[in-house]
């Protein structure tokens, strides 16, 4: 689920997601749940000021490290390589054929030739994601790759094309408990990482779509934390190719941020009651 950058006084000195991209490229490292036959990409520029300029997307299995497993395929939009996304828009890439594995790590890389300022990014990605100076998307190897960060950027989502015994998809939405706080970074054990494994050996594969934001409200948006679940159920459920289930898990920031300091990250810090939260998860 897409994020705001935080405000630049509530993290750290030199945070990617604050201090942006300028001709740099991102290589993203991302856990599909179900396999297939083809894929396609959705991007994000919903939390920014500014049109993104996206100068060349690739994507592989990934290897060691930041290297890639084999080579890179070029991902298009409409037909094109380069594509700028308004601000606050999104863009969802052409299909691409190429065969994905069931619970395989996928390298996803983006190269960004403009200053991008504050990114739309998932803050927390439990996941060593990788930055390289200049376009080397294309490239297999990964010793330009010397950066390194624990966000995703700009990237919302991948879509698999699924053999005939899938049955859909399944969202999660919830707050840290979702998202994998505290889980092992490059494990892929979070809870719905188990889930899409589970299904997985069923039988009956599902897709497993995580939608949680660590420190997320039902109700209240933050600076730091994402909007609310109630204004994400639309894009973050409700719009995801083949979701047929949603499981919602969500409320304890809801009851615990109005005890915090009204500052910072959990400002503000509405106190609500119970008959509130209620009637947001009956909404």
Do not use: K
């Amino acid at each position: 689920s897409p994020q705001q950058a935080r405000p630049a006084a509530l993290t750290g000195t030199g945070d990617p997601t604050v201090t942006g991209f300028s001709n740099q490229t991102v290589r993203e490292i991302v856990h599909v749940s179900i396999g297939g036959t083809a894929l396609r990409l959705h991007l994000s520029n919903a939390f920014s000021q500014h049109p993104l300029r996206v100068g060349e997307v690739t994507v592989a299995a990934e290897g060691s490290g930041a290297a890639l497993a084999g080579p890179a395929a070029v991902v298009t939009f409409r037909g094109r390589r380069q594509v700028t996304i308004a601000a606050d828009g999104s863009l969802v890439s052409d299909p691409l054929r190429v065969p994905v594995r069931p619970l395989e790590n996928l390298a996803v890389s983006i190269y960004l030739p403009g200053t991008t300022g504050p990114t739309t990014n998932h803050d927390l990605a439990n996941q060593v994601n990788y930055i390289a100076v200049g376009d080397h998307a294309a490239e297999t190897g990964g010793q330009a790759f010397t950066g390194q960060a624990y966000s995703w950027f700009y990237l919302s989502g991948v879509d698999v094309m699924p053999p005939p015994a899938a049955t859909g998809a399944v969202v999660a939405l919830g707050d840290s408990i979702t998202d994998g706080y505290q889980s092992t970074t490059g494990a892929n054990d979070r809870w719905p990482d188990v889930l899409a494994a589970r299904l997985q050996q069923s039988g009956r594969p599902m897709g497993v779509l995580n939608e949680g934001i660590s420190g997320n409200r039902v109700l209240g948006d933050s600076v730091c934390f994402g909007t609310s679940a109630l204004s994400r159920l639309a894009p973050d459920v409700l719009h995801q190719a083949g979701a047929r289930t949603v499981i919602v898990l969500e409320g304890i920031n809801d009851i615990g941020f109005p005890t915090q300091p009204d500052a910072g990250c959990t400002a503000p810090n509405t106190a609500v009651t119970t008959e509130q939260i209620i009637a947001g998860y009956r909404q």
